[in-house]
């Protein structure tokens, strides 16, 4: 019956998910372990699922839109994947308490960095990397094509490495991250961080993915539900987004996160 | 649209088709494994390592044949990306573009070494 219950759940997980651009796993890890009480281990193995299922799904239309640089997302695949292996052993020695309090802190960093207006800021000049690779690029926007460079590349390897790490510990596709590297750090435009975003999580979230699955953490029971409710709830999030006024929910939103951020951080601190 | 993000909007749209499949086995699987299905969450709120061979085999014995189609379906799901990379590496190489061949060679490297993670860890 709990296995049913959650594929509602996980439908309105992934709606709300991809309405935000958090996606599922903010919702989903926080649904499992407190409301039905699983262990916050296996909550996140089922949430990366969920991830990977979403990008992999939506790839396509990003790609169509111009807004990807896949250049950009290869190369930065290589700090989200090790970060990736580095959080999935670290995972192995931290208490459940502890995950409780990461994600805790996770959430209320995040509603923070939700509350904060995003300011696109371009770079003059290409990184030599980004020179050698050829990872400038243009994009459409407003009918227009606008040419961007890329900087601060190394910088932005090491912020993706920590959003690996956070990404394989907590269940999390860390867009919050990948997005402060891109557009933060190598001056990316805001749109085509957000694609290129999606376009990796998928991989990252598949390298701890995998390990887990390997180890047995993925439970069948708890991960069919939760994969198949958040391609769906994704999709229809996707459908209605151009339709909705996208910032109330997210002030709407934020209080949520602040509410659910205690909770957890309260839970870590019981155990 | 340049040749690199055309070939690349083949392989997302191979992928978008791969996700449609392996959720059409999940619920294929789940459907399946509902009289197995203990109504409750409790089993999982501790703990156990169970690693995935003996998963697979308690499945097998018990007869929980739903399970084990979605053991099946999340295993493409997660195989996906790994693909992507792959197809990737296979374009930059016609490409001749060297560096970014060798670049998603060590993504592909580093998922391979990931998922290894997961054996006996």
Same mark, same amino acid.
């Given at each position: 019956m709990q296995?049913?219950?959650?594929?509602?759940?996980s439908i309105i997980a992934g709606f709300l998910g991809s309405l935000l651009g958090l996606g599922g796993g903010v919702v989903i890890v926080p649904v499992l372990t407190l409301i039905f009480g699983v262990d916050i281990r296996y909550a996140v193995a089922a949430s990366l699922i969920s991830i990977i299922a979403t990008s992999?799904?939506?790839?396509?239309?990003?790609?169509?839109?111009?807004?990807?640089?896949?250049?950009?997302?290869? %190369?930065?695949?290589?700090?989200?994947?090790?970060?990736? $292996?580095? &959080?999935?052993?670290? #995972?192995? @020695?931290l208490k459940s308490s502890g995950l409780f309090l990461a994600f805790g802190g996770f959430l209320m960093f995040s509603a923070v960095m939700m509350f904060r207006q995003k300011k696109d800021s371009r770079a003059e000049i290409n990184h030599p990397w980004a020179?050698?690779?050829?990872?400038?690029?243009?994009?459409?926007d407003e009918g227009k094509w606008i040419d961007y460079k890329v900087t601060n590349v190394p910088f932005g390897l090491l912020i993706m490495y920590l959003a690996g790490i956070f990404s394989a510990i907590l269940g999390i596709g860390s867009g919050i991250f990948k997005?402060?590297?891109?557009?933060?750090?190598?001056?990316?435009? %805001?749109?085509?961080?957000?694609?290129?975003s999606n376009f $990796?999580? &998928?991989?990252?979230? #598949?390298? @701890?993915?995998?390990?887990?699955?390997?180890?047995?953490?993925i439970k069948p029971e708890i991960a069919a539900p939760v994969a198949l409710g958040i391609i769906v709830g994704a999709w229809m999030g996707a459908r209605v987004m151009p339709k909705l006024n996208a910032m109330a929910i997210r002030k709407v939103f934020i209080v949520v996160m602040v509410v659910v951020a205690i909770q957890m951080i309260m839970k870590g601190l019981q155990a | 649209?340049?040749?690199?993000?055309?070939?690349?909007?083949?392989?997302?749209?191979?992928?978008?088709?791969?996700?449609?499949?392996?959720?059409?086995?999940?619920?294929?699987?789940?459907?399946?494994?509902?009289?197995?299905?203990?109504?409750?969450?409790v089993?999982?709120?501790?703990?156990?390592?169970?690693?995935?061979?003996?998963?697979?085999?308690?499945?097998?014995?018990?007869?929980?044949?739903?399970?084990?189609?979605?053991?099946?379906?999340?295993?493409?799901?997660?195989?996906?990306?790994?693909?992507?990379?792959?197809l990737s590496i296979l374009l930059f190489l016609k490409q001749k573009e060297r560096a970014m061949?060798?670049?998603?060679?060590?993504?592909?490297?580093?998922?391979?070494?990931?998922?290894?993670?997961?054996?006996?860890?």
């Open positions: 296995s049913l219950i959650m594929l509602p759940v992999s799904g939506a790839a396509a239309s990003f790609l169509r839109d111009h807004l990807t640089n896949v250049r950009v997302a290869i %190369l930065l695949e290589i700090g989200t994947v090790f970060g990736a $292996m580095t &959080g999935f052993l670290l #995972s192995t @020695s020179e050698r690779l050829g990872l400038q690029s243009r994009f459409p997005m402060m590297a891109m557009d933060g750090a190598m001056k990316l435009p %805001l749109k085509v961080s957000s694609a290129t $990796m999580i &998928g991989v990252t979230a #598949s390298a @701890s993915a995998g390990a887990y699955f390997l180890r047995g953490d | 649209m340049n040749d690199l993000n055309r070939m690349e909007l083949k392989i997302s749209k191979f992928l978008r088709l791969g996700v449609i499949i392996s959720g059409s086995i999940i619920s294929i699987g789940w459907f399946l494994s509902f009289k197995f299905d203990q109504g409750t969450f089993p999982f709120k501790t703990y156990r390592p169970f690693n995935i061979l003996d998963s697979l085999q308690m499945n097998f014995i018990l007869q929980n044949w739903g399970n084990l189609i979605i053991y099946l379906g999340l295993a493409i799901l997660i195989s996906l990306p790994v693909l992507r990379v792959f061949a060798i670049i998603g060679s060590v993504v592909l490297l580093g998922l391979i070494l990931s998922f290894t993670l997961g054996i006996e860890a």
